[in-house]
T-cell receptor, first 115, second 115 residues
């Protein structure tokens, strides 16, 4: 149980376009979802925390207008990278939680490449 | 602010032997949770083990065990009988409270298992 999926797993886009990444909790209701960014051989950097039905809380230095997060239901959160640029190329990981800190389950990640 | 320090960027171990990964943290809280996550080459984050700070007994999960020293703020991971599948990046993480269940990650230790 407690499976989190991400779609797509890999995306290549042109500079200036927008890209949407979906995060779904498949067998549980996620009251909180997290979006991370990870550079090669680096740790996870938390971008934002979202609770279902409310606005996401962004970490310092993360542009909320560039990284739009929507947590429309208890099983789905989306991250939209607007007007993507090559520097946005990275590995994006979501996680979902339903019952406390020991229940944060991670998705398999999405590799974004902006040309 | 809480910080998590993993002082070993890379470690290696021979198959079947034991290795210990170090983690220290800084906090003024008395109640918190500590975690070790594994990220294999697939980049899927996997929870290895967790420890509640109020528990004096060290957590154990099969070949994985921790040495939790609360006064020293140390939380090391011991992997016994290392297997090739243990090769991965290992992240130590901390959570101290709040409704958002936000984790603070260390920078990670890359573990290589030699056959």
């Amino acid at each position: 149980g407690a499976v989190v999926s991400q779609h797509p797993s890999r995306v290549i886009c042109k500079s200036g376009t927008s890209v949407k990444i979906e995060c779904r909790s498949l067998d549980f209701q996620a009251t909180t979802m997290f979006w991370y960014r990870q550079f090669p051989k680096k740790s996870l950097m938390l971008m934002a925390t979202s609770n279902e039905g409310s606005k996401a809380t962004y970490e310092q230095g993360v542009e909320k207008d560039k990284f739009l997060i929507n947590h429309a239901s208890l099983t789905l959160s989306t991250l939209t990278v607007t007007s993507a640029h090559p520097e946005d190329s990275s590995f994006y990981i979501c996680s979902a939680s339903f019952s406390g800190p020991f229940a944060q389950y991670f998705g398999p990640g999405t590799r974004l490449l902006v040309l | 602010a809480q910080t998590v320090t993993q002082s070993q960027p890379e470690m290696s171990v021979q198959e079947a032997e034991t290795v210990t990964l170090s983690c220290t943290y800084d906090t003024s809280e008395s109640d918190y949770y500590l975690f070790w996550y594994k990220q294999p080459p697939s980049r899927q984050m996997i929870l290895v083990i967790r420890q509640e700070a109020y528990k004096q007994q060290n957590a154990t999960e099969n070949r994985f065990s921790v040495n939790f020293q609360k006064a020293a703020k140390s939380f090391s991971l011991k992997i016994s009988d290392s297997q090739l599948g243990d090769a991965a990046m290992y992240f130590c993480a901390y959570y101290s409270g709040g409704s958002n269940y936000k984790l603070t990650f260390g920078k990670g230790t890359l573990l290589t298992v030699n056959p």
